[in-house]
């Protein structure tokens, strides 16, 4: 299982950005998907997460409104499609994919088994 994140950059305050999550060696419709970030000198945050593919999307508080979470299943992608940011989004952004959780261990990043690689996302004038 494999998972690639792409699509961080720079980003003025209030621009758009959307990042990408491709996943490889697994069907990504049957696994609880979702996204996590670092801040420099923070710990790992939840951001948002699709729990296996039912529709029911789960945003932490600071990103709801202005945060989208999609899925595209003959792509095996799933996208995190970020509007109107702020400087306090800047971080590495990682996709984590579980095939097991629990609902209520959704917002954990230990209990998913597999992360893509991070991308950066700044925001910045």
């Known amino acids: 299982v494999q998972l690639q994140a792409s699509g961080g950059g720079l980003v003025q305050p209030g621009g758009s950005l959307r990042l990408s999550c491709a996943a490889f060696?697994?069907?990504?419709?049957?696994?609880?998907m979702a996204w996590f970030r670092r801040a420099p000198g923070k710990e790992r945050e939840f951001v948002a997460a699709d729990f296996r593919s039912g529709g029911s999307r789960t945003y932490t508080d600071s990103v709801k409104g202005r945060f989208t979470f999609s899925r595209d299943n003959a792509k095996n992608t799933v996208y995190l499609q970020m509007n109107s940011v702020k400087p306090g989004d800047t971080a590495v952004y990682y996709c984590?994919?579980?095939?097991?959780?629990?609902?209520?261990?959704?917002?954990?990043?230990?209990?998913?088994?597999?992360w893509g690689q991070g991308t950066q996302v700044t925001v910045s004038s």
């Open positions: 060696g697994m069907s990504s419709s049957r696994y609880t």
């Open positions: 984590a994919a579980s095939a097991t959780l629990i609902l209520s261990s959704l917002r954990n990043p230990a209990a998913y088994a597999h």
